[in-house]
């Protein structure tokens, strides 16, 4: 419906001036190489739970990335089961991750290698019951009945 109504002007000027115009766009993409995407991938499956953000989850240096760290911290993740990775520290990952996630903000969570979102995502799903059934299922936090008998037994 709208990609008739979004290509028609600019064939309309000509058929060389699109392809131009798309030339020009996937020239001025960013690059990411395959062994920084490589190395994204492997920091992606290096834990259970992967987060990329500014700062560290004892010092966050962005509001969004500490109510990312809260929310965690909320459902109790294990510290042996995330692994967070401080994107001001490399201007390489700040600006890879997003290309290799093509998603546009930091924070970026990750669960078994697969990508979740950015704060807005993950706080949505912390309100709606979803993150805590993600965790549970991923195997990063144990049931609430399980932590209830641990601690009786």
């Not at 392809?19 to 993409?29: C, D």
């Not at 700062?55 to 109790?76: I, K, M, W, Y």
Request: charged share 20%.
């Amino acid at each position: 419906m709208f990609r008739a109504s979004l290509q028609s002007p600019i064939f309309s000027l000509r058929p060389s001036a699109a392809k131009s115009l798309t030339a020009s766009r996937v020239i001025a993409a960013r690059y990411l190489s395959r062994e920084a995407r490589a190395q994204i991938q492997n920091a992606v499956k290096s834990s259970p739970l992967v987060l990329f953000m500014k700062g560290t989850p004892d010092l966050p240096e962005c509001g969004f990335s500490r109510a990312a760290v809260q929310v965690l911290d909320l459902h109790g993740v294990p510290p042996e089961k995330m692994k967070t990775y401080n994107v001001l520290a490399d201007d390489e990952l700040r600006r890879g991750i997003k290309e290799f996630s093509e998603w546009p903000t930091i924070p970026q969570l990750y669960v078994n290698g697969e990508f979740i979102g950015g704060c807005d995502i993950l706080l949505g799903m912390h309100q709606s019951g979803e993150l805590e059934n993600l965790l549970i299922t991923s195997d990063i936090i144990p049931k609430v009945e399980e932590q209830a008998q641990a601690s009786t037994a």
